[in-house]
């Protein structure tokens, strides 16, 4: 009798452990949900996301068929910002950014008739040197030498030269044999 009397408590035990896990498991699942769409709209409040807007999306969007690359006619030789040395304070150093830039372009763009084709471009390549120019040498060696220092100025050249064709259809700067002097 004390056998089936054992096995009736564990059994009934089993029964109300069973019953507690469910609820818990029930309110606990609720509990997450409504958090994760706070943090969700709070995301969407201060706007975070989690790529820089225009780099990723935007490039992935445009396939390698309808990218033509239009490189500047020859390597851009252009002075940066002065650098003064900590040691002594010594006179300020000018260092020189060597590099060959290239643009890709959207060939599907509805401005690419207008500004993308290789004529067009030719005929501004002036005008996009200069805002190259006037982006590079507000920055020093150091600044260009860091990190992120070529990524964050190929962001800023990018803006520069959409600002200046007031269209995305330029959509990547990339920048190529850098020597720093």
Known sequence: ????????????????????????????????????????NIAVALNLELTEPGSENQMAAVSLEDTEVYAIASAMTIPLALETSAVDGETP????????????????????????????????EELIKDAISSIISKHTTAELQADTGLENLKAEL??????????????KISISEVKYG
């Open 93 to 124: 150093k000018q260092g020189y950014l060597v590099c060959n830039i290239s643009l890709s372009v959207n060939t599907k763009h509805k401005d690419y008739k207008t500004y993308g084709s290789a004529e067009a471009m030719a005929a501004k």
């Open 158 to 171: 990018l803006t520069a030269v959409q600002d200046l064709f007031q269209s995305d259809f330029i959509y």
């Open 1 to 40: 009798m004390k056998k089936n009397l054992l096995s009736f408590i564990i059994l009934a035990l089993l029964i109300v452990n069973l019953v507690l896990t469910s609820v818990m498991m029930f309110s606990v699942t609720s509990t997450n949900k409504k958090v994760s769409d706070l943090v969700g």
